[in-house]
């Protein structure tokens, strides 16, 4: 057997096989409600949620490195796929379902390419706060879309703002009977939540609603209900599209579908691993999250990818395998073949009830503020407006996501934090520095107690220099370089991680421009790829040679003890 097969079930221990139980059906009176909830943001049936709930837990642990992943239909995703789905057929139509998991099997198809070419790292072009950003946003669509089917209202078109405008203007014609009953399943959900945590609140929320809905005859009220649910499993099969020429279009937008899910997983993956002491893979989870959309996709399912809230309840309940996603792939067949039709009378309401619970926590303001908190007086001095990027890429994808859509929505922070890592590094603080009594050089403006040199002025740039930042950093040495008395300045390179052609020619013309000013031009460079690309361009030469430390340079700086200091650098 190849060893990445099954490898998350390498070293499987007999004992481990009650706890892999438990967690199962624990787990599975999470994802049943949940699953119905999440195919009806994806805009068809509730059942495609556990059609494609069945395949995607029995695959992911074939190629997949997390134990406790669990892998199913998410909030998110469900309402891009809707976006991406929609954007090519028009919602309702016949068409909807197969194009959904028409947009599955794009997923699993680039997904699964992703993993054979090693590019798990394509997760860390989205960061976490741009994730944060996208998935508030992602939420609060999520939660205004679902508010018409809880007060039994037609709703609107356009974007969050437009929905939202639509449902406050409309409230006087809601029924009484959806939203009381609605109410009710929300505040049963989020009243266990904080009371009762191990209760699955969700399926007690749909069990009150089937209650509810057949003790007082709802549908006979104006209450919509899911229907009739067809019993057993769907046959496999490829998806019907209506036109090849789709099929493009399906795989554009499955690019964003899956590098949001493949993020959100892997993010969950990590945090459990990380509890448990074992390593995640991310080619691996790419391979694993292919399989299983591909799985969905053949059983007319819809996306998946790794949940956070069911990975949650299945590492708190014990699991120590994937043995307890099968659990649960077993316990979901039994449910498609004996219980669908207890389903049928489920108020959508109380449907619309379980999706809100379930996101609004994912409405997570404090986080908002805590990036918005990040920031100081001085990195405001030194960045502007830049010193908060991490918030301005969250909310920029927030905001994009409520105003333009999903997909836009992302792309805009990811841009965003593209755009200010450059304006970071494109002009990156030069610190002048002291010695402190200990005998540490640091930053003259953060320890005011420190000393500078005399007539020596020694810098460190924080940040890697490259062809972008090349000539904002030559100008701020010659600035600082031109004032009285100056005769020496020290450039403490060892904390530079890296240094490219263009600035190390800057460096080797700044220093022949300060000469002929009569100011030498010194360098502190210990770090090996540093000091490697200083000596092959020439630079270390013209900068005087390398010295290991800061006080060897100021020392070179002497009188008579510049040769000495020098000759000893030069031998590192």
């Avoid at 009150?208 to 209450?223: F, T």
Wanted: net charge neutral; proline share 5%.
């Amino acid at each position: 057997m190849p060893a990445w097969l099954l490898g998350s079930l390498r070293g499987y221990r007999r004992s481990w096989l009650r706890r892999d139980l438990v967690a199962g059906l624990t787990v599975w009176a999470v994802l049943i409600p949940e699953s119905l909830a999440y195919a009806s943001i994806a805009g068809v049936s509730p059942v495609v949620g556990l059609y494609a709930a069945i395949p995607a837990l029995i695959l992911y642990p074939l190629f997949g490195s997390s134990r406790h992943l669990v892998v199913g239909p998410m909030s998110a995703t469900a309402a891009l796929s809707a976006g991406v789905v929609g954007g090519i057929v028009s919602s309702g139509s016949g068409d909807f379902p197969a194009y959904t998991a028409g947009l599955a099997l794009a997923v699993g198809t680039l997904a699964v390419l992703a993993g054979l070419l090693r590019l798990g790292f394509l997760a860390n072009f989205v960061s976490e706060p741009v994730l944060k950003g996208f998935i508030v946003g992602m939420a609060l669509v999520i939660i205004v879309g679902q508010l018409p089917k809880l007060f039994g209202l037609e709703g609107g078109e356009g974007n969050f703002f437009q929905k939202l405008w639509a449902v406050l203007t409309s409230l006087q014609d809601a029924n009484g009977w959806a939203a009381a009953v609605g109410g009710l399943c929300l505040a049963l959900v989020l009243v266990l939540r904080r009371t009762a945590p191990l209760v699955p609140g969700s399926l007690a929320a749909v069990v009150l609603g089937i209650v509810l809905s057949a003790a007082l005859n709802l549908q006979d009220r104006g209450v919509a209900v899911v229907g009739d649910i067809e019993a057993g499993l769907p046959a496999p099969n490829v998806p019907d599209l209506a036109a090849a020429a789709d099929i493009p279009l399906l795989l554009s937008g499955a690019a964003g579908v899956m590098l949001v899910g493949f993020a959100e997983g892997l993010g969950a993956a990590k945090t459990y691993a990380r509890r448990d002491g074992y390593r995640i893979d991310a080619d691996r989870e790419l391979a694993g999250l292919g399989a299983a959309n591909l799985g969905a996709g053949f059983l007319n399912g819809m996306v998946v990818n790794g949940s956070l809230s069911k990975t949650a309840v299945n590492g708190g309940a014990g699991a120590r395998s994937q043995v307890s996603g099968w659990t649960v792939a077993a316990l979901t067949v039994l449910t498609l073949l004996l219980l669908t039709p207890l389903f049928a009378d489920l108020p959508e309401p109380a449907l619309a009830a379980v999706v809100i619970a379930a996101v609004i926590e994912l409405v997570d303001v404090g986080g908002l503020r805590r990036l918005y908190d990040v920031n100081t007086a001085a990195l405001t001095t030194i960045y502007g407006r830049a010193a908060r990027a991490d918030f301005i890429c969250a909310s920029g994808a927030l905001l994009g996501v409520l105003v333009f859509d999903t997909l836009p929505g992302l792309l805009i922070g990811v841009v965003l934090s593209v755009i200010l890592l450059l304006a970071r590094t494109a002009h990156p603080h030069v610190a002048v520095l002291g010695r402190v009594p200990g005998g540490q050089w640091v930053d003259l403006a953060r320890e005011p107690g420190s000393s500078p040199a005399d007539g020596v002025v020694v810098v460190r740039v924080e940040s890697g220099l490259y062809f972008a930042n090349a000539d904002a950093v030559q100008e701020r040495l010659l600035e600082l370089a031109a004032a009285d008395g100056v005769h020496a300045l020290v450039l403490d390179a060892a904390t530079v991680p890296s240094v490219d052609v263009t600035a190390a020619g800057m460096l080797r013309d700044t220093a022949a421009e300060l000469r002929a000013r009569g100011v030498e031009l010194l360098a502190v460079g210990d770090v090996g790829q540093v000091r490697d690309v200083l000596r092959r361009t020439g630079a270390a030469t013209v900068l005087n040679r390398l010295y290991p430390t800061v006080d060897a340079a100021v020392a070179a700086t002497s009188p008579g003890e510049g040769e000495a200091a020098g000759d000893g650098a030069a031998r590192r």
